[in-house]
């Protein structure tokens, strides 16, 4: 392995560890055990669900070409898992709140089983299937879980701050360390034992499986809104009304589209953006390296969100605008730096330019995913949460199936210019929220100043 690869893990490497070794009491909360309990359990069955996730992420684009179909086809394929997503995706969240949260994430854990299951026939149908029961998973795996966090978290009384700290914690674990491990796990699966490119998805399933014990054995049931009078119907309209009636939702979910449909194009471009004359890259290091950026940004958001200030609508303009700027950096590249007509060999200039610029994205993304669950748990009703949280994930979907059905008309400079303009107007709808916020904070304190006050002018509690 080429020093380049090494020297930008470690370099990450020692930058977790140096912010995570010298937090001090201020960047932390002083909770109670009950919650630490709570809490830990919680991370445990995130990590096994998202260790289940992350060892087929940098396999499946690998496996559909092993199994010898070609862009196009395999463009079609993740097509059909963002597609299933969209369709299926607010249907499933509807169930969760009405049926139960806990129902829904051991649903979660059986359909990603069987969707890891179909990955050992190299039939184009089944593989389809499988995309299709991937689909629906990730709705899931992006709604049901946090929902019943939010949701038994609550209900247990716990201070409301504290939610920050398992969020933070969530993805420092669950998207970041246990995406490092997952990653180097696979590399040994695949590389080393020799058990091919299947044996990943296997190792899948048993993940999922020890974690949905846990959650039978140990989690309780919590709804959103489990009465019987209402039909899924009805809950659109609800989710759908209480989005158009408050503008920070509609906001935030546009900011959370416009990010996270960036986020899964950037999935799909990577690998033929660091090798596009076939170079020898190696695959899984890189992809551990992208989530130990991960970790980073995430310790950076735990810091972030245990003070006052700045708001997390604040400094998120920041994030987005910073995250712009990275995926430009592919284009920049490809205007300044001149093409390498050589086929393989190792990475070229440009390509370890453009490893540098994902690296910061994928810190970008570290900060976001703590912060947007914030934001969510502040500004989303909790008798619709899993509906409204799909409801956002609709016009993300549509987003990176035209991008994936289109990926061989465009330029890949084109693909990655269009995410950077994304993520700048993020970035513009991110101060938008952060004035309402600010102007709802202020009117919500007028008006208990106004109640303090008795009919005569007369402070009451004077």
Known sequence: MEPFYLVVFGSLASLVAVLELSKTSKDRF???????????????????????????????????????????????????????????????????????????????????????????????????????????????????????????????????????????????????????????????????????????????????????IIILSTWTENYGDPSENKDLLTQFKGAAAAIAADEKITLLGAIQSLFEGSMYTFVFLWTPALSPNDEDIPHGFIFATFMLSSMLGSSIASRLLAHPTPRVESYMQTVFMLSSMALLLPVVTNLLVAPSNLKGGSISFSGCMQLIGFCIFEACVGIFWPSIMKMRSQYIPEEARSTIMNFFRIPLNIFVCIALYNVKALPMTVMFGMCSAFLFVASLLQRRLMVIAEIHKSRSQDWLNMEEVDPEGVPLNG
């Not at 463009?75 to 898992?81: E, K, Q, S």
């Not at 995406?179 to 190792?203: C, H, M, Q, R, W």
Request: glycine share 12%.
């Open 30 to 212: 002083s909770t109670s055990s009950a919650f630490n309990s709570f809490k830990n359990n919680y991370l445990v069955v995130y990590s096994l669900m998202m260790a289940g996730d992350w060892l087929q992420g940098p396999y499946v684009y690998y496996l559909y070409s092993h199994y010898g179909f070609g862009k196009g086809e395999i463009g079609h394929l993740f097509i059909a898992g963002f597609g299933s997503s969209m369709l299926f995706g607010t249907v499933v969240g509807s169930l969760a709140d009405k049926r139960g949260r806990k129902r829904a994430c051991v649903t979660y854990c059986i359909t990603y089983i069987l969707s890891c299951i179909t990955k050992h026939s190299p039939q184009y149908k089944v593989l389809m299937l499988g995309r299709v029961l991937g689909g629906i998973a990730t709705s899931l795996l992006f709604s049901a879980f946090e929902s019943w966090l939010v949701a038994e978290h609550n209900k247990r009384g716990f201070d409301q701050q504290w939610l920050s700290i398992t969020f933070a914690k969530a993805i420092f674990l669950g998207n970041g360390l246990m995406a490092i491990l997952s990653g180097l796990f696979g590399n040994v699966l695949v590389d080393s034992l020799k058990l091919g490119p299947v044996a990943p998805f296997d190792a899948a399933s048993c993940f999922l499986a020890i974690g949905m």
